[in-house]
């Protein structure tokens, strides 16, 4: 009686067996032998096609990249797949899986790996001066400052940076900017630039800042240009003044008194020196082709004969 029994046991555990067997190539493992394109940008998007053998076109194949699915995938045949590709981190390399779904699930990575490129363009995080600021503390009212800077949220390429200066005068000026922009050049690195202007900024004008085409090494370009202001109020106006170095440093005569005609304290217009001459001639130091530092002069005020 228990010679069947074992028998019919037997007999079950061959079919068990052959079944398994029969199974297990059912569904073979994939075998992924090479990847295009390798990389592409960090917000995902990119369409790779894997290529290989045993790719399970029936129950279909998963994909994943650095552990992230793919947003698709499709399997038009045993040899190849196509899948796009789910966001990742600039610049990280990450593993490719694939796995056919039929059980039993065997996943194999690819011996290539995807690398996310940067897609995110730069954008400017700060600039000084800040947006508003009115600085009326100063030595010199015609040489404020000649520098700006701006910083971005990654490095960039300071050769693409474009810093456009527009220049006009503030409410209490007595002159309106003889040009109505000011030139200068722009250096830096890292992730900031610093713009030179090639005249002064000086006092009763108003700046206005436009920063336009900076690229990260990427090449991602900024999207839309950044503009900030800034202004630099006059200061009170004189009645004496004391000859400074720097007026007379470079040229003296007439191109020192137009340098002290210029300034916002006395006249804001160089062509005015000739009422410096007229209210000082009179005087037994003064000398209009000769000054000299700490010199008094006197400051004439109201209007003149031959004014208009």
């Known amino acids: 009686m228990k010679m069947p029994r074992n028998i019919a046991v037997l007999a079950v555990l061959a079919i068990v067996c052959a079944w398994m067997a029969g199974c297990a190539g059912c569904n073979p493992e994939p075998l992924p032998s090479g990847m295009s394109p390798t990389q592409g940008p960090e917000s995902g998007g990119t369409t790779v096609q894997i290529t290989g053998e045993k790719f399970d076109m029936k129950n279909g194949v998963t994909v994943t990249f650095g552990g992230k699915n793919a947003q698709s995938v499709t399997v038009p045949s045993e040899t190849q797949i196509t899948a796009v590709t789910p966001g990742g981190m600039a610049g990280q390399s990450v593993s490719v899986v694939v796995t056919n779904n039929g059980k039993p699930e065997v996943p194999v990575t690819l011996s290539q790996q995807f690398t996310y490129t940067d897609a995110t363009p730069p954008t400017v995080t700060m600039n000084e001066p800040v947006d508003g600021t009115v600085i009326s503390e100063y030595e010199d009212s015609l040489n404020v400052m000649n520098t700006l800077s701006v ?17 006009s005068k503030t409410e209490d000026s007595m002159s309106e900017p003889m040009d109505a922009t000011l030139s200068g050049t722009v250096t830096g690195s890292g992730d900031s630039v610093t713009f030179t202007s090639d005249m002064p900024m000086r006092a009763g004008r108003m700046y206005t800042v436009t920063v336009s085409g900076a690229t990260d090494m990427a090449g991602n370009a900024l999207v839309n240009s950044h503009s900030f202001s800034f202004s630099i109020t006059s200061p009170e106006m004189l009645s004496k003044y004391h000859v400074r170095e720097e007026d007379i440093q470079e040229i003296n005569g007439e191109a020192a008194l137009k340098r002290i005609a210029a300034r916002p304290e006395i006249f804001d217009n160089p062509e005015m020196w000739e009422r410096l001459v007229a209210a000082n001639q009179d005087d037994y130091i003064f000398d209009r082709k000769k000054l000299s530092a700490g010199q008094l002069l006197l400051i004439p005020r109201g209007r003149a004969w031959g004014d208009k």
Do not use: G, K, L, R
């Open 151 to 167: 910083a971005f949220s990654e490095p960039i390429d300071s050769n693409s940076v474009s810093v456009d200066v527009a220049v």
